[in-house]
C-alpha cells in the first residue's frame, strides 16, 4: 500500500526474521510492489496471514494466501485483519457471547480474543475484524 518501491531482499530479511525465525523465507518482486513470499515454516505462514496487521518501511503491507489458480490481476489485496478492543464492559460480559454479539454489530468480525473456557474478564474485550484497506 506505497507507491514508493520496495525490494524484495530488504523484506526478505527484515520480515523473515519475524515470521520465520528459525528457517527463514523467499521473497520475490512480482512487479508493482507486490510480493510472493515462499514460508519455509507453516507457522511462518498462519503468523503472516494472522497477526498483521503489518508494516514495512512506514507502509502497510497487505497479505492474502497464494491460490494457485488464480492470476496476480484476480487478487485484491484489501482485506487486512486488525483487533480492536472494547472497554467498560462489566467483567461477567467480558466473554465470548458478548464478543460474537458486538462484533456482529460492528462489521466484518473474525473472532474474540477469550480463554478456552470462553471468558476474558479484564480492562477490555479485544475482537479480531477483517477491515477494507481501500477503495477497488
Not at 507486490?34 to 496471514?49: D, N, P, V, Y
Not at 507502509?59 to 472494547?86: G, M, N
Not at 472497554?87 to 477469550?114: H, K, Q
Amino acid at each position: 500500500m506505497s507507491d514508493k518501491p520496495a525490494h524484495a531482499e530488504a523484506m526478505e530479511e527484515a520480515l523473515g526474521s519475524v515470521w520465520c525465525p528459525l528457517r527463514g523465507l523467499q521473497c520475490k518482486d512480482m512487479g508493482e510492489n507486490i510480493f510472493l513470499f515462499t514460508f519455509h515454516q507453516e507457522s511462518g505462514k498462519r503468523k503472516a496471514l494472522n497477526d498483521g496487521p503489518w508494516m514495512f518501511s512506514k507502509s502497510l503491507l497487505v497479505v492474502e494466501d497464494f491460490v494457485p489458480s488464480k492470476t496476480l490481476s484476480q487478487y485484491d489485496f484489501r482485506t487486512v485483519p486488525t483487533w480492536i478492543r472494547i472497554f467498560s464492559l462489566p467483567l461477567g460480559d467480558m466473554n465470548r457471547t458478548t464478543g460474537e454479539i458486538l462484533g456482529a454489530e460492528i462489521g466484518e468480525y473474525m473472532e474474540v480474543d477469550v480463554g478456552e473456557d470462553g471468558l476474558e474478564p479484564g480492562k477490555f474485550l479485544r475482537l479480531r475484524f477483517g477491515s477494507i484497506s481501500r477503495s477497488p
